[in-house]
């Protein structure tokens, strides 16, 4: 009776084969948790908490393409009042994959965040801030309601 030549590395390597090739296929179609959900902004605050002036670094990319950079200089706190600015969002009114980036003072680091981590809220407002300690974060919060009504879309 001859030996089989097949072994079991052989077979091993073929499911392992097969079941990346079945992975690549759901990542393409969004199954692996990839959202596919539109969202937009209703508002984008920058804040400084800190005692001295810093600059903030800002892009924003919607489905890949960049839509938004800019650089805010913003004072330090003063008389227990912060420094920040909203900002026109008149690019923002199309619904997509949003990413936002952000750097302190020109620093080689970039804090990235993406919409679509948070859910499927179809709007948010993103507040990025330099706290009392000089540090740089984005915090979010989804408003719903917010797009899409006039009362709340930045005029130019």
Not at 40 to 63: F, K, Y
Not at 93 to 106: F, H, K, N, W
Request: charged share 20%.
């Amino acid at each position: 009776m001859p030996r089989s030549q097949t072994t079991r590395r052989r077979i091993l390597g073929a499911c392992g084969v097969g079941v990346a090739g079945l992975v690549s296929g759901c990542v393409g179609a969004g199954v692996l948790g990839e959202s596919e959900a539109s969202t937009q902004l209703s508002e984008l605050h920058l804040g400084n908490s800190h005692v001295e002036a810093h600059s903030i670094d800002l892009i924003v990319r919607r489905d890949g393409e960049l839509v938004h950079w800019t650089s805010h200089e913003l004072d330090g706190v003063e008389n227990n009042v912060s420094d920040g600015e909203t900002l026109d969002l008149s690019w923002s009114e199309t619904p997509g994959s949003y990413v936002i980036s952000a750097r302190l003072d020109g620093a080689e680091n970039w804090e990235t965040f993406a919409l679509s981590d948070l859910g499927d809220a179809p709007c948010y407002r993103l507040l990025v801030k330099i706290d009392h300690e000089g540090r740089l974060g984005i915090w979010s919060m989804a408003t719903p309601d917010a797009c899409g009504d006039e009362s709340t879309t930045p005029t130019a």
